[in-house]
T-cell receptor, first 118, second 110 residues
């Protein structure tokens, strides 16, 4: 049973560097989500894809963040010019969405990528 | 955007029933309510989802009153392995932003 995988699991970088994370969803899942989670807080929505189309992006998301999902399979999340405030766990989730909105989906989460910006 | 409020923490003992309530006063007509469980250093895991009245599966029950302004997750006969953070998620229809609450840290003791 292959669940959602994320790579790397941990990333330490210096302020100002660019980082890229990868998410491999469950095969045949057409919806993919990225979240950010800081200590003591619930996951914060970042962006959402249906197949290869990025359908929503949080208004709180800085222009330094960009996500792609080429061919509707794996996805990457890039953070440019990292800041210490970007330190967090970045979670990816996927779901098999139907005709209704994403709120009715069962999201399957990956283990996350923990980013530390020094 | 439906905001959720949950107790920060709850304590229980093995074998007891635990009820965790989530308030979502401005829930929209098309919003569903979903609960997730999260262990340290892991992603959340789906527990149960509902729209109204009562939903039950093999691990939990979800009670939603008629006004849908709150919901209660019921965990029967908890064990030590149920110690985790529980999140109430209320999301809109279409492609709106999904909102997790801050979660409830449930500690189950022997």
């Amino acid at each position: 049973d292959t669940g959602v995988s994320q790579d790397p699991r941990h990333k330490i970088t210096k302020r100002g560097q660019n980082v890229t994370f990868r998410c491999d969803p469950i095969s045949e899942h057409n919806r993919l989500y990225w979240y950010r989670q800081t200590l003591g807080q619930g996951p914060e929505f970042l962006t959402y894809f249906q197949n290869e189309a990025q359908l929503e992006k949080s208004r709180l998301l800085s222009d330094r963040f960009s996500a792609e999902r080429p061919k509707g399979s794996f996805s990457t999340l890039e953070i440019q010019r990292t800041e210490q405030g970007d330190s967090a766990m970045y979670l990816c989730a996927s779901s098999l969405g139907g005709t209704s909105g994403p709120s009715t989906d069962t999201q399957y989460f990956g283990p996350g990528t923990r980013l530390t910006v020094l | 955007l439906a905001k959720t409020t949950q107790p920060i923490s709850m304590d229980s003992y093995e074998g007891q029933e635990v009820n965790i309530t989530c308030s979502h006063n401005n829930i929209a007509t098309n919003d569903y309510i979903t609960w997730y469980q999260q262990f340290p250093s892991q992603g959340p895991r789906f527990i149960i989802q509902g729209y109204k009245t009562k939903v039950t599966n093999e691990v939990a029950s979800l009670f939603i009153p008629a006004d849908r302004k709150s919901s209660t997750l019921s965990l029967p006969r908890v064990s030590l392995s149920d110690t985790a953070v529980y999140y109430c998620l209320v999301g809109g229809s279409g492609y709106s932003t999904l909102t997790f609450g801050k979660g409830t840290m449930l500690l189950v003791s022997p």
